[in-house]
């Protein structure tokens, strides 16, 4: 028998817990089994054939200090205004409102639902067209809450209930993405979405919820798991595939497949090991239907950036391009851009991150459309907290309240949602000398608003977001916030 012919089906079981099935969407699903427990039937809304809507989360995590993407800029009399208020606040944190030539340093935007004038950061341009040209808004003073506080008094006296581990890293990543702070909850928000939307896909080996960064809790349902993949411009390497073992591909995918067809198809009593079975299988017959669709991509005239942020953005817009062959009527994408946690150099950080995020916002935006597809995709930044006001000499630390943005054409854009608070340690909403303030829009309530446009039922709000009801009683033609047109 020669070499090739030696190859046993133990060896192939041994390297394919690292390789062919060993895939994150694989994986994901084996060390999650409570999530593959099959839920009970709930009505939901069903689109009509071309009802397209797809959902893109880009998480900043380390937790952004976002008081500095969206800045005050009204002077007002004698320098007593909201933009003096936030300097003399931030010190050495703060941006100049104009350059020493009498320029404006801050990009001026105008907000249409309030008075109150802004900029954004230099670094941010496109964001800034964007807004102005009416396709993006800014969500004020967002965080995490279990229900609404009004004031520090109802803190202190312990009077409302709080998110758990308030200002740690891994809890409050977790709430943006479970929008449950009361508990430590496996099950995500864009998970239960698809749980409730799954039918409206024809077809089900592709996962609704499709990962750029491998597993993560907000697309975690309680019977849909991510799809993860990597953003090459291959179809034949998205990090999905099956990886040859050496160069004889043919030969060992082909053993592979039948190892994998000849272990998953044994009758097994044992249900952890059908489960296993049904996956693997599942993995092999999704990587087939997905890399047969990207083979189809019509392309696009935008050039992405060659940031990581930028492919996985271009990668998302590919897979948005064939949601025909993939027989996509909902997709949620998720991607996490990381290193945010600037406890020091806060200012050169944001001077070279921001234009990474930037890029990659407007590049995906027209590639959507490049591809007509505008009004149907959303995009939302969601980070784990806001940021102190106040200095700790060359940064900022952890704190609730931060500002996201969302884009789209359907967004109703133009507008910064929410309470944009006076950036004074007396505020009612400040809760210490380091200017940490209490969150006047809920996690809950944006997405919300999003739940309700992606097509959830208002009979199923109550799943896919516990608390809602803590901030928001729905009736016909009313939203949370107020997102969408």
């Given at each position: 028998m020669s070499e090739d012919n030696t190859y046993s089906r133990r060896q192939f079981l041994g390297q394919a817990s690292c390789a062919a099935v060993g895939s994150t969407a694989f994986l994901s699903s084996i060390l999650n089994l409570g999530m593959i427990n099959t839920a009970a039937a709930r009505p939901h809304?069903?689109?009509?054939?071309?009802?397209?809507?797809?959902?893109?989360?880009?998480?900043?995590?380390?937790?952004?200090?976002?008081?500095?993407?969206?800045?005050?800029?009204?002077?007002?009399?004698?320098?007593?205004?909201?933009?003096?208020?936030?300097?003399?606040?931030?010190?050495?944190?703060?941006?100049?409102?104009?350059?020493?030539?009498?320029?404006?340093?801050?990009?001026?935007?105008?907000?249409?639902?309030?008075?109150?004038?802004?900029?954004?950061?230099?670094s941010m341009p496109n964001t800034a067209q964007l807004f102005n040209q009416g396709n993006l808004s800014?969500?004020?003073?967002?965080?995490?809450?279990?229900?609404?506080?009004?004031?520090?008094?109802?803190?202190?006296?312990?009077?409302?209930?709080?998110?758990?581990?308030?200002?740690?890293?891994?809890?409050?990543?977790?709430?943006?993405?479970?929008?449950?702070?009361?508990?430590?909850?496996?099950?995500?928000?864009?998970?239960?979405?698809?749980?409730?939307?799954?039918?409206?896909?024809?077809?089900?080996?592709?996962?609704?919820?499709?990962?750029?960064?491998?597993?993560?809790?907000?697309?975690?349902?309680?019977?849909?798991?991510?799809?993860?993949?990597?953003?090459?411009?291959?179809?034949?390497?998205?990090?999905?595939?099956?990886v040859p073992f050496s160069s004889r591909a043919g030969f060992l995918t082909d053993k592979r497949n039948e190892a994998i067809n000849s272990y998953v198809n044994a009758a097994y009593s044992n249900i952890f090991q059908n489960t296993y079975g049904q996956l693997a299988q599942q993995t092999i017959s999704s990587q087939e239907i997905f890399k047969t669709a990207l083979a189809k991509r019509p392309g696009f005239p935008t050039v992405f950036s060659g940031t990581n942020l930028s492919q996985d953005m271009r990668m998302m817009a590919d897979v948005i391009s064939v949601q025909n062959f993939l027989g996509a009527n909902r997709q949620i994408f998720f991607t996490t851009f990381g290193g945010w946690d600037h406890h020091d150099e806060v200012i050169n950080n944001q001077e070279r991150m921001l234009p990474i995020l930037d890029n990659a916002l407007s590049e995906f935006y027209n590639s959507m459309e490049d591809l007509g597809l505008t009004?149907?995709?959303?995009?939302?930044?969601?980070?784990?907290?806001?940021?102190?006001?106040?200095?700790?000499?060359?940064?900022?630390?952890?704190?609730?309240?931060?500002?996201?943005?969302?884009?789209?054409?359907?967004?109703?854009?133009?507008n910064v949602f929410g309470s944009y608070p006076d950036m004074l340690l007396s505020n009612v909403l400040n809760l210490d000398e380091r200017g940490r303030f209490i969150p006047t829009t809920s996690v809950d309530e944006l997405y919300g608003d999003i739940a309700l446009w992606f097509g959830v039922s208002p009979n199923d709000l109550d799943y896919v977001l516990p608390n809602l009801s803590n901030f928001y009683s729905y009736s016909p033609g009313t939203s949370p916030i107020g997102i969408f047109s």
């Open positions: 809304i069903i689109g009509a054939p071309g009802d397209y809507k797809a959902l893109v989360v880009i998480l900043l995590a380390g937790g952004a200090d976002s008081h500095n993407f969206l800045v005050p800029t009204d002077e007002g009399p004698n320098n007593t205004g909201p933009y003096w208020n936030y300097a003399n606040l931030r010190d050495d944190l703060a941006l100049p409102i104009r350059n020493a030539d009498g320029s404006d340093f801050l990009i001026n935007i105008n907000a249409d639902n309030t008075n109150k004038k802004f900029g954004v950061h230099p800014f969500i004020a003073n967002i965080g995490t809450l279990v229900e609404p506080i009004m004031t520090n008094t109802q803190v202190y006296n312990e009077s409302k209930s709080l998110p758990l581990g308030l200002y740690s890293h891994a809890d409050q990543i977790m709430q943006w993405q479970t929008s449950v702070p009361q508990d430590r909850s496996a099950v995500g928000v864009g998970g239960r979405m698809a749980d409730m939307l799954k039918d409206m896909n024809s077809i089900q080996e592709i996962s609704m919820n499709i990962s750029l960064d491998g597993k993560n809790r907000f697309q975690a349902g309680e019977t849909v798991v991510e799809y993860a993949i990597g953003n090459s411009a291959s179809p034949s390497d998205l990090g999905i595939q099956t009004e149907d995709v959303t995009v939302l930044t969601i980070s784990d907290f806001g940021r102190t006001l106040t200095s700790n000499g060359n940064g900022s630390d952890h704190a609730w309240g931060g500002n996201s943005m969302v884009l789209g054409g359907a967004v109703n854009g133009r």
